[in-house]
């Protein structure tokens, strides 16, 4: 609930400022940043509200799934890269993001499921079901893909290659988290939907 409260008080925050400021497009302006604070700060945060859950029993458990999470989108995006790179013929959403190919993107749909099914039948986390290995290889495959395309069409809407240069050669860090973007929340609301 505290994450709500910041976002409602940020709102608040950017309106007053904008209305005080003498910018050309306060409107455009208080948009692009509200939107920002929302992708960022309400889509990541749901990560907190995974953690928090009372999904397994353990809490240790709750905080091994979340690392599982972000293990499941690197291994993805690492699977499309490498299989598209070497085999991708078609291309994905060429207007959006021109080097992905549906090639990468089935790779990575098929290696998210992969491990996750071994983490299923491994014991590192026995209180992980059929359900819930098959909902979240679903989410990280399909969806962790779309937050990483939607971000790419993000940063071409706005003419830039790189979310920032911290991290050169890899688009800026918003590029190491885009699909977590899309991911945290769905699998937030599978949790409290009872889904997983």
Known sequence: HII????LLSGIVVLLLE????????????????FGIVYIGLFLGALLG?????LFPEYNTTG????LMFVGVWV??????FWGTKFGKHR??????????VEGAIAGLIGTIALLLGIHVSPLLPEMTLQMTIVMSLIIGIFGQLGDLAESWLKRTVNIK??????????GVLDRFDSL??????????IETNLI
């Open 64 to 67: 091994l799934f979340v690392i």
């Open 19 to 34: 209305m005080l400021a003498t910018t050309e497009r306060p409107l455009e302006n208080a948009a692009i940043t509200l």
């Open 162 to 171: 790189d979310s920032s240069s911290l991290i050169p050669g890899h688009g």
């Open 4 to 7: 709500v409260g910041l976002l």
């Open 76 to 81: 993805c995006d690492t699977v499309a890269y």
């Open 50 to 54: 995974i953690r928090e859950s009372s």
């Open 92 to 101: 994905l959403f060429e207007k959006v993001s021109p080097k992905k190919s």
């Open 181 to 190: 973007l899309f991911v945290a929340p769905l699998v937030y609301l599978s």
